[in-house]
Nanobody, 122 residues
Framework: VQLQACGGGLVQAGAYRRLSCVAS?????MGWFRQAPGKEREFVSG????????DYADSVKGRFAISRDNAKNTVYLQMNSLKPEDTAVYYC???????????????????WGQGTQVTVSS
């Protein structure tokens, strides 16, 4: 499946932003990851194929919310109270397991979007 992420941009600290990831077809478990300059790609949030199970990295818990609309083959990441340390390229990823589970490692995902840059100024 091909993934197209969008919604990034330049925002001020404290602002909000919503990322979208549109898939070319049906998807199973989905995740959002991010990669800041000089750092490894890290898990941000994940959602099961049905949307009933979600989880977040501790650094974004309480500020970010993941959701999905399977009728539109789209996953969203609502990002609130953005901080400068949230600055990164954000990637959406799709796994192929129709499980009520969230996966945290990059190896669990098979297809990746191109990434969208989010820059948070202080």
């Amino acid at each position: 499946v091909q993934l197209q992420a969008c919604g990034g941009g330049l925002v001020q600290a404290g602002a909000y932003r919503r990322l979208s990831c549109v898939a070319s077809g049906r998807t199973a478990t989905m995740g959002w990851f991010r990669q800041a300059p000089g750092k490894e790609r890290e898990f941000v949030s994940g959602i099961s194929w049905s949307g009933t199970l979600t989880d977040y990295a501790d650094s974004v818990k309480g500020r970010f919310a993941i959701s999905r609309d399977n009728a539109k083959n789209t996953v969203y990441l609502q990002m609130n109270s953005l901080k400068p340390e949230d600055t990164a390229v954000y990637y959406c990823a799709a796994g192929r397991r129709y499980a009520t589970a969230v996966y945290y490692g990059t190896e669990a995902y098979d297809d990746w979007g191109q990434g969208t840059q989010v820059t948070v100024s202080s």
